[in-house]
């Protein structure tokens, strides 16, 4: 299958799974018929290849990334920014790097079903939601078939360890609640739910119940303002950045018009959606705009074209000489995030897709 029918197939099948899921094309969704390519800017291009070979160049021979903290969450997100190029394991010029990854994010999964080190992680639930994420997403193009049995046998036992993690509240913390004292807070919330969302979408069963406990959190948070505090402990302040990565969470677990989400996307819009206000993202600024540009790429072209030339343009100005970003955590995350958010509107992969 060569890539245009092969991206044209992706895209189709995963608007046939969205449908089949959350029901009719809600308000701001496009339909396959109506999908329009994204205009190409050969700044872009050039920006998102020297990116990808920056990470490809600095990944080890065991398929991770040297990083000082957080070891399987980026080599995770990473694979993510390699695999939305539309390279798989066993295809495209990052097939070697996204297979090595791959193993490496399958050997870091326990007994348990965690995938990630809590000896040496005291925040390693960040690594296990985004390591569902990408290996549900390469289950799906895995070719080889002793892989693919790997790989539903390690998305089964994440996803049991995942449910069993969950806070009484109905969200995560740092830690699992057993081993965190049950606390909980935003942002990996929406980590676990986004990678509960794309094994969900690649096959794997993943309990209800799950979901309905982490969408009622999600609801409880909410402050007058429409805004999602940080925590069900700590309530009051609206976190912008955490509510364009609820709103992300949401729409992948197909709310996309419920009696919150207005409220939320006014809240977001309102901070994020100029780019000027960087206190708004609390000094994140990656983790936000990573989520929020997911959420302005689900409203449709009138909003995410305008929105999406000053983003990209942002970020290729802030590209260095050798391809790679940097900033906060390691450049390897700071790369990572900018390449997923510069390669969205190629749709290549299914949990960002509208």
Same mark, same amino acid.
């Given at each position: 299958?060569?890539?245009?029918?092969?991206?044209?197939?992706?895209?189709? !099948?995963?608007?046939?799974?969205?449908?089949?899921?959350?029901?009719?094309?809600?308000?701001?969704?496009?339909? !396959? %018929?109506?999908?329009?390519?994204?205009?190409?800017?050969?700044?872009?291009?050039?920006?998102?290849?020297?990116?990808?070979?920056?990470?490809?160049?600095?990944?080890?021979?065991?398929?991770?990334?040297?990083?000082?903290?957080?070891?399987?969450?980026?080599?995770?997100?990473?694979?993510?920014?390699?695999?939305?190029?539309?390279? %798989?394991?066993?295809?495209?010029?990052?097939?070697?790097?996204?297979?090595?990854?791959?193993?490496?994010?399958?050997?870091?999964?326990?007994?348990?079903?965690?995938?990630?080190? &809590?000896?040496?992680?005291?925040?390693?639930?960040?690594?296990?939601?985004?390591?569902?994420?990408?290996?549900?997403?390469?289950?799906?193009?895995?070719?080889?078939?002793?892989?693919?049995?790997?790989?539903?046998?390690?998305?089964?036992?994440?996803?049991?360890?995942?449910?069993?993690?969950?806070?009484?509240?109905?969200?995560?913390?740092?830690?699992?609640?057993?081993?965190?004292?049950?606390?909980?807070?935003?942002?990996?919330?929406?980590?676990?739910?986004?990678?509960?969302?794309?094994?969900?979408?690649?096959?794997?069963?993943?309990?209800?119940?799950?979901?309905?406990?982490?969408?009622?959190?999600?609801?409880?948070?909410?402050?007058?303002?429409?805004?999602?505090?940080?925590?069900?402990?700590?309530?009051?302040?609206?976190?912008?950045?955490?509510?364009?990565?609820?709103? !992300?969470?949401?729409?992948?677990?197909?709310?996309?018009?419920?009696?919150?989400?207005?409220?939320?996307?006014?809240?977001?819009?309102?901070?994020?959606?100029?780019?000027?206000?960087?206190?708004?993202?609390?000094?994140?600024?990656?983790?936000?705009?990573?989520?929020?540009?997911?959420?302005?790429?689900?409203?449709?072209?009138?909003?995410?074209? &305008?929105?999406?030339?000053?983003?990209?343009?942002?970020?290729?100005?802030?590209?260095?000489?050798?391809?790679?970003?940097?900033?906060?955590?390691?450049?390897?995350?700071?790369?990572?995030?900018?390449?997923?958010?510069?390669?969205?509107?190629?749709?290549?992969?299914?949990?960002?897709?509208?």
């Amino acid at each position: 299958m060569n890539s245009t029918n092969r991206r044209a197939w992706l895209r189709q !099948a995963a608007l046939a799974s969205s449908a089949l899921a959350c029901g009719p094309l809600a308000p701001g969704r496009v339909s !396959a %018929t109506e999908y329009v390519p994204a205009t190409e800017n050969p700044q872009w291009k050039q920006a998102i290849r020297a990116g990808l070979d920056w990470l490809a160049q600095h990944q080890s021979s065991r398929g991770q990334w040297s990083t000082p903290v957080y070891p399987v969450a980026m080599a995770a997100l990473a694979g993510t920014a390699l695999i939305g190029s539309g390279s %798989t394991t066993t295809q495209g010029p990052y097939a070697k790097h996204i297979a090595r990854c791959t193993d490496y994010l399958i050997s870091k999964c326990r007994n348990n079903g965690l995938i990630g080190d &809590p000896e040496s992680d005291n925040r390693y639930t960040y690594g296990h939601g985004f390591s569902m994420l990408l290996l549900s997403q390469v289950l799906g193009e895995e070719g080889y078939e002793d892989r693919r049995k790997e790989l539903i046998d390690v998305l089964n036992r994440s996803v049991d360890f995942c449910g069993k993690a969950q806070t009484t509240e109905g969200g995560w913390g740092y830690m699992s609640a057993k081993d965190g004292a049950n606390y909980d807070e935003g942002s990996t919330t929406i980590t676990q739910v986004q990678g509960l969302r794309g094994c969900r979408n690649a096959g794997i069963a993943v309990p209800a119940e799950v979901i309905d406990k982490a969408k009622a959190y999600i609801y409880k948070c909410q402050n007058d303002d429409g805004g999602i505090s940080y925590s069900s402990k700590q309530m009051g302040t609206s976190r912008p950045a955490i509510t364009a990565a609820a709103l !992300a969470a949401l729409y992948n677990a197909g709310d996309y018009d419920g009696e919150h989400v207005p409220a939320m996307l006014k809240h977001a819009r309102e901070n994020l959606h100029e780019l000027s206000n960087e206190n708004a993202a609390f000094g994140h600024w990656h983790y936000t705009y990573l989520y929020y540009s997911q959420v302005v790429y689900r409203q449709g072209d009138e909003q995410w074209l &305008p929105f999406r030339d000053r983003l990209y343009d942002r970020i290729v100005s802030e590209q260095e000489s050798d391809g790679s970003w940097k900033g906060q955590i390691s450049p390897v995350y700071i790369t990572a995030c900018n390449l997923i958010m510069l390669q969205l509107d190629q749709g290549l992969l299914p949990i960002y897709q509208r």
